[in-house]
C-alpha cells in the first residue's frame, strides 16, 4: 500500500484547512497511514488517490445505507435536479416524502426536514421546551447527539450557560432516569435517548426494555416529551423507529445519515401531542427544501419497504462477528465486539478486558494492507452491498493482523 | 391565473408538515393566493403545479445566483456525484476549492465547509470564544444571522440563557458599538456585522464606513475576532469580502446561498490569526464533507471569476429601480426602494413614510397575475439570468397593479 498522494493532499490541506481536517472524518486519532481522501466511491468499496482500493466499513459513518453511487438512488436525485432543487418554495416531493414518513414510522404524523443531525436534534429540544414552555432536558451521559453549541462533545468555543437546563443520566438506567426526572421537577421539558448506547471507545448496549418504558412512562406522568435520537441508527436496526420493536414510541425523533443514502438529508418526526409546539419554532435553512435530496428520499425509502437490505445487512454483520471470535480464539487477540451485528463497535482488548487503543489502532492500520478500511474506535456500518465475499475477505485480513499484532509497531499517534 | 393545484397541495401538507410549512419559504404571512409549491425551476423563472410562470425575485433567497438548473454547474455536480460524494473522507475537491477561496478572497487563509448558512456564523461564534477564551459576543440589533437556539428572531423554545454574553449594539452605529465594547470590558470574544443592513421590514441601510473601521479597530484594540456574516451578501456584492470595497477585512466570514447556486454548501473563512482558535473547537456534519456541491462551488466561483455577473446584475437591478421610480412618480404609490441594486429591498409606503402593509402584500398579490413574484417585506435578489425584457415586464406590471392598488381589496393575511 502506497500512500504518495494522500500524503500530499493531507500536506496541501494542512495549508487552507485548520489542522488539514475537522470534525468526525479526520484522521488525525488513527494511524498515519490512514488514508484521508477519497477519489472514488461504489457500493461498499472506496479508492483513494493511490489507487488503493478499501472495502469500507464506515459507510461514510453512516450514510451509505445501500452502497455508494446507487444507480436507481441517484438516478432519481438528478432527474429531480433537472426539474427544480434549491427554490424559493419546495416541489411536491416535500409534500409526498412526509406522507411516506407517516405511514411508515409509527409514531410519526409530521416531518420538518434540515440539512444535519444536528438541525434536526436542535429542533427537537426546542420543540420540547415550546411543547409546555418548560426547559429541562434530560441527556444520557455521553450520549452523541450533534455538534453544535449545546451539545458538541468539547468544550472549546462553548460556554457554561451552552447548557443551561440539561440534566444527565445513565444510560440503560430507569433509576438514574427517574432520580433526573425529580430533580427537573415541575420543568421538565423532555428526554433525549438515543436508540442504542453507541459512543466512541465503550462498549455498546442495547436499551434495557425498563429503561426505555420507564423513559415512555415519566414523559407520559410529566407531560414532557420522550425524544428518540434515531440520526445514526434510523433505518438500520429497522423499518420503522429503532425503539417500535420493543413497544415504545417517542413523540419526537431525529433522522439523518440514511435518509437518502448520502444525499444531504435530515428531518424531526413527530407525533400530533408535539405538532403545535413543533409549529411554533423559528428554524430554518437556505437548502433545506432543496427537491434532489427528497426525490432520492422517496426512493431510498421504496428500497427499505421493498427490500430484504436489514435482513441481508444482519446476516453479513452475524458473518463477520462469527468470523471474529474465531479469529480471537484462534490468535489469543481479544477482539470485544459490541452492539447490533448492522453496527459493531470492535476494538481489542486487553486480558484485564480495557481497551488496548494502541493496538486497535495497529489492527486498523494492518488492515489497510488487506484493503480493509476498520476505525479503532467508532462504532462501523454494514451495508448490503458487501459481499460474502467481502466479508471473508475481511476476516481473513483480521486474522493476519490479529497473528502479527503483538510484534506490529504500535503506531505513532496521540490518543 | 389559477392555483387549483397549489391549494391542493397547501391542504396535504397541512395533514403531514406543521403549518404546512415553516421557516423563511412559508408564504403564510403573504396573500392567501401566494403559491407555496414549484415544480419546475430554470434561469429566472419559476412554475407552479397550476403552470403559471413567475419571473423568480426571491432568487430561492438567495441562493439562485447564476440562474437556476445552470446548465455547467449542474453538469460539475453531476459529474462529481459519480465518482464519490458523502463517503468516509473527503475528495480532493474539498482541497481545491478551500485553496481557491484562500486565492479569491483577501482575509481568506483557509476554510471549513459546512452546510447551513447558521452552520457557519455558530462556528465563527464558537471560534471567537475559543480565540482567546472571552464570552462576549456583540451583534447588531435585529440582524439576523440564522435559526438557531442562539439567534433565531423568535423566542418560542429558547431559554435566557441561550442569548447569555450577547451584547447588542445599533447598526452603523459607531458610538453605540464602542459602548458595547466597553460593556464587554476584558471579556470580549468577537463581534458580528452583516456587510450591509438587510432586516425584513425596515429599510436597508448600506455600511456606514466610520462604523465598519471602528468595529475593525476595536476588535484589534481588545484582540477579539470580527465576524462579516456574508451568507446572504456573499458574492453578490464583490467578487471577494462584502467589505474588501470599504477596505475593512474581517478576521472571519460566514458564507452559504450563492456558494454553489443552489447546491447545499457553507463554510467558514478564515485568517491566519484565527487559524489555532478554528482548529479546537469540535464541529461536523454527516454531509459537510460531499464532494459533488463542493464541485458545484468550484464551478460557481469560476463562473464568479471570468463572467460580468454582478455587473450585469447591477445594470438589471438599476433597470428595475429605475423603472419603479418612474412608476411611482406616474401612479402616485411610493415605492420605497433600499439597498444595494442587487438585492434590493421594495416596498409600499403610507403618505407619513410608514411601511403599508396590507399594500405591501396587494401589491405583491397583484404582480402575481403578471407573473412576478415578489416578496411584500423580505430583501429580493436580481440574477443575471433576468433579460432586460424580464425587467421591462416586471415594470409594465408594476405599473398596472400600482395605478389600481387603492381599489385593490386588501388580502386578509396576519401580518
Redesign the interface.
Known amino acids: 500500500m502506497v500512500q504518495n498522494e494522500d500524503g500530499r493532499?493531507k500536506a496541501?490541506?494542512l495549508?487552507?484547512?485548520?489542522?488539514g481536517?475537522?470534525?468526525?472524518?479526520s484522521?488525525k486519532m488513527q494511524s498515519p497511514r490512514t488514508?484521508?481522501?477519497?477519489?472514488?466511491?461504489k457500493g461498499a468499496y472506496?479508492w483513494d488517490?493511490d489507487d488503493n482500493q478499501y472495502i469500507?466499513y464506515?459507510?461514510?459513518?453512516?450514510?451509505?445505507l445501500f452502497g455508494?453511487?446507487h444507480d436507481e438512488i441517484?438516478a432519481a436525485?438528478?432527474e429531480q435536479?433537472?426539474?427544480?432543487?434549491?427554490?424559493?418554495?419546495?416541489?411536491?416531493r416535500?409534500?409526498e416524502l412526509?406522507?411516506a414518513?407517516?405511514d411508515q414510522v409509527s409514531h410519526c404524523?409530521?416531518?420538518?426536514f434540515c440539512?444535519?443531525?444536528?438541525?434536526a436534534t436542535?429542533m427537537a429540544?426546542?420543540?420540547a421546551?415550546?411543547y409546555r414552555e418548560k426547559?429541562k432536558i434530560l441527556i444520557a451521559t455521553g450520549a452523541y447527539h450533534g455538534?453544535?453549541?449545546?451539545c458538541?462533545?468539547?468544550p472549546?468555543?462553548?460556554?457554561t450557560?451552552?447548557h443551561?437546563?440539561h440534566i444527565y443520566y445513565e444510560y440503560n438506567n430507569a433509576q438514574s432516569l427517574r432520580r433526573a426526572v425529580e430533580e427537573a421537577g415541575d420543568d421538565l421539558a423532555g428526554v433525549f435517548a438515543t436508540p442504542f448506547k453507541h459512543e466512541v471507545i465503550h462498549p455498546q448496549q442495547l436499551p434495557d426494555e425498563e429503561y426505555a418504558r420507564t423513559a415512555r412512562q415519566l414523559c407520559d406522568e410529566k407531560d414532557a416529551l420522550l425524544i428518540l435520537d434515531d440520526?445514526r441508527a434510523g433505518f438500520r436496526l429497522d423499518r420503522d423507529c429503532s425503539w417500535e420493536k420493543i413497544g415504545v414510541r417517542p413523540d419526537l425523533s431525529s433522522w439523518?445519515?440514511t435518509l437518502a443514502n448520502?444525499?444531504?438529508l435530515?428531518c424531526l418526526m413527530?407525533s400530533d401531542r408535539a405538532?403545535?409546539?413543533?409549529?411554533?419554532?423559528?428554524?430554518?435553512?437556505?437548502?433545506?427544501?432543496?427537491a434532489a435530496?427528497m426525490a432520492a428520499g422517496l426512493k431510498t425509502l421504496e428500497l427499505i419497504r421493498t427490500t430484504d437490505y436489514i435482513e441481508r445487512t444482519i446476516m453479513l454483520g452475524d458473518r463477520l462477528r462469527d468470523g471474529l471470535e474465531q479469529v480471537s480464539k484462534e490468535t489469543g487477540i481479544i477482539i470485544d465486539q459490541t452492539g447490533p451485528s448492522q453496527m459493531p463497535l470492535i476494538m481489542i482488548n486487553d486480558d484485564d478486558g480495557n481497551r488496548n487503543m494502541p493496538a486497535c489502532v495497529a489492527f486498523c492500520d494492518g488492515l489497510l494492507d488487506h484493503g480493509v478500511?476498520f476505525h479503532p474506535f467508532h462504532n462501523m456500518f454494514i451495508t448490503p452491498a458487501m459481499s460474502e465475499d467481502d466479508i471473508d475477505r475481511t476476516i481473513d485480513g483480521c486474522h493476519a493482523v490479529a497473528k502479527k499484532l503483538p510484534s506490529i509497531p504500535m503506531p505513532e499517534v496521540a490518543l
Open positions: 493532499l496541501r490541506a495549508e487552507v484547512i485548520p489542522n481536517l475537522y470534525g468526525h472524518l484522521v488514508p484521508q481522501y477519497y477519489k472514488r466511491a472506496l488517490y469500507d464506515l459507510c461514510a459513518f453512516g450514510p451509505n455508494y453511487g441517484d436525485y438528478i435536479l433537472r426539474e427544480i432543487d434549491t427554490a424559493t418554495g419546495p416541489s411536491v416535500m409534500v412526509a406522507e414518513y407517516a404524523d409530521w416531518t420538518m440539512k444535519n443531525g444536528t438541525d436542535t429540544l426546542m420543540t421546551r415550546a426547559r455538534a453544535t453549541k449545546w458538541t462533545p468539547m472549546e468555543g462553548t460556554v450557560e451552552d443551561a437546563h440520526v439523518g445519515k448520502g444525499h444531504p435530515s413527530g405538532r403545535e409546539a413543533a409549529g411554533k419554532i423559528f428554524v430554518t435553512g437556505s437548502f433545506w427544501f432543496g435530496a478500511f
